[in-house]
C-alpha cells in the first residue's frame, strides 16, 4: 500500500504563526531595553569622559574650572567659548582645538558674522562625546545658519546634550551665579570664577553637567526640547517661601512657545543653546526663558536637565562620578545638589 505524504494544514501554519508572533511580540521589548540601556551606557560614559577631561583641566590650571561662556559686551566677548570647547586638548580633541580662532568671538560675536564664518569649520564638526546617543532629534536645528552666516553651503553647527550647571537662579541669589558653571562677562556676579576648593558642600554632592534634550528648530517632535515663555516676570514669586521653585512651578502652567532649538552649539554658551542648565526645574520638566532680555538673560533661564532615559537623566559631578537622577527628586534635594557653596547636608539616597 502506498503511504501518504503528510503536509500542515491550514490550522497548523496559523497556529505557528501565531506563536511566531507572540515570541517576537515577548523579544521586540527585551532587544529594545537591551539597545537602550546601550545608549544609557554610552551616555555615561561620555559624562564620565567629559569629568576626566574636566580635572585634567582643572590640575593644569591650578584648580580654577573653565568658564561656560561669555555673558557681557566689549571685547570679552572674543572669550564667549563654552567649557565644552576648553576642555577639547584634554579629551583627545587637540585638532579641533587648534582650528578655533580665539582672538575672534567663537560664534556671532558683535557685528554677527565674522566670528561665525572665522570658524566655521568647527563649529560645524560633529562630536560624538558631546552626544547622547539616546536623543535621535537631529543635529540641523538652526534654520537661519545658511545664510548669510555659512560660507559652505548648507553646513550645521555641531549640536551638543551635555549642559553645565549654573545653580539655581541669579535672581534670588544677589545676581550671582551659585553653580560650578561661571561666565566671563560685565554683568552681576558673573564672572566670580569658581575654584576646586570653593566646592564647599562637597565635590561628591555638587554636579557640574546634565543632559538636555535637543530641540527641533520648528518641527516640534518633542516637548522636552522645547523652551516656552515664563507666565510671568522674574521675581514675580519673590515673595514666595522658595521662589525658585515657585517660579519652577509657574513655568509648568506655559502656554507661549519660545523657542525650539536647544543645544544647537557646543563651541559656545548661549542662552540654554549649548551652554547651561540649572536646578530649579527637577529633571524631564517643561523648559522656560525669562521673559525679560538683556545681558543675564544668557544665564537667567529656567532650564533643566532632560534626557530621553527613562525615569531621569545622567548627572555629572564635580568629583567625576556620574549618578542617575530620577525625575521623582526631591525639589529641595534637588537644588540643593545643583549649589556649590551653600552649607546644605542631604542623603545621597535622596537624590
Known amino acids: 500500500m502506498r503511504s501518504r505524504l503528510r503536509g500542515f494544514t491550514l490550522i497548523e501554519l496559523l497556529v505557528v504563526i501565531a506563536i511566531i508572533a507572540v515570541l517576537i511580540a515577548l523579544l521586540l521589548p527585551a532587544v529594545q531595553a537591551a539597545r537602550e540601556a546601550a545608549r544609557r551606557a554610552q551616555c555615561v560614559n561620555n559624562l564620565k569622559q567629559l ?24 571685547n570679552i566677548y572674543i572669550q564667549n567659548g563654552s567649557m565644552k570647547s576648553r576642555l577639547l586638548p584634554f579629551m583627545e580633541q587637540q585638532q579641533a582645538y587648534n582650528s578655533i580662532n580665539w582672538s575672534v568671538a567663537q560664534l556671532w560675536g558683535n557685528g554677527g558674522a565674522p566670528g ?22 537631529p ?3 538652526d534654520p537661519n545658519w545658511s545664510a548669510p552666516f ?12 551635555y549642559f553645565n550647571n549654573s545653580g539655581t537662579t541669579r535672581i534670588y541669589n544677589n545676581w550671582s ?3 560650578p558653571a561661571y561666565f566671563l562677562g560685565d554683568d552681576g556676579g558673573l564672572n566670580n570664577k569658581i575654584t576646586i576648593a570653593s566646592i564647599t558642600d562637597g565635590t561628591s554632592n555638587t554636579s557640574v553637567m546634565s543632559e538636555c534634550v535637543r530641540g527641533t528648530a520648528g518641527s516640534y517632535r518633542n516637548g522636552l526640547g522645547l523652551v516656552w515663555t515664563l ?16 517660579d519652577s512651578q509657574a513655568c509648568q502652567t506655559a502656554t507661549a ?4 532649538y536647544k543645544g544647537e552649539y557646543w563651541i ?13 526645574n527637577t529633571p524631564n520638566k517643561k523648559a522656560c526663558a525669562s521673559q525679560e532680555g538683556g545681558v543675564g538673560s544668557q544665564v537667567d533661564h529656567y532650564i533643566g536637565a532632560s534626557s530621553k532615559h527613562s525615569g531621569g537623566v545622567n548627572v555629572l559631578m564635580c568629583d567625576g562620578s556620574v549618578k542617575f537622577a530620577k525625575e521623582s527628586v526631591n525639589p529641595i534635594v534637588w537644588q540643593q545638589v545643583g549649589t556649590h557653596a551653600t552649607g546644605e547636608v542631604f542623603s545621597s539616597d535622596a537624590f
Open 268 to 280: 559656545i554658551h548661549d542662552g540654554g543653546r549649548g551652554g547651561s542648565y540649572n536646578h530649579i
Open 150 to 161: 555659512s560660507q559652505q553651503g548648507p553646513t550645521y553647527p555641531g549640536c551638543t546634550n
Open 257 to 260: 512657545l519660545n523657542w525650539d
Open 51 to 74: 569629568g576626566l577631561a574636566l580635572h585634567n583641566y582643572l590640575s593644569a590650571h591650578d584648580g580654577t574650572f573653565p568658564p561656560s561662556g561669555c555673558a557681557g559686551n566689549g
Open 177 to 179: 551665579v551659585n553653580g
Open 139 to 141: 543635529c540641523n536645528n
Open 231 to 246: 507666565p510671568q516676570a522674574w521675581w514675580g514669586n519673590g515673595s514666595a517661601a522658595n521662589p525658585a521653585l515657585a
Open 116 to 137: 561665525t564664518q572665522i570658524n566655521e569649520t568647527v563649529i560645524a564638526m560633529k562630536i560624538s562625546s558631546f552626544l547622547c546617543p539616546s536623543d535621535a532629534n
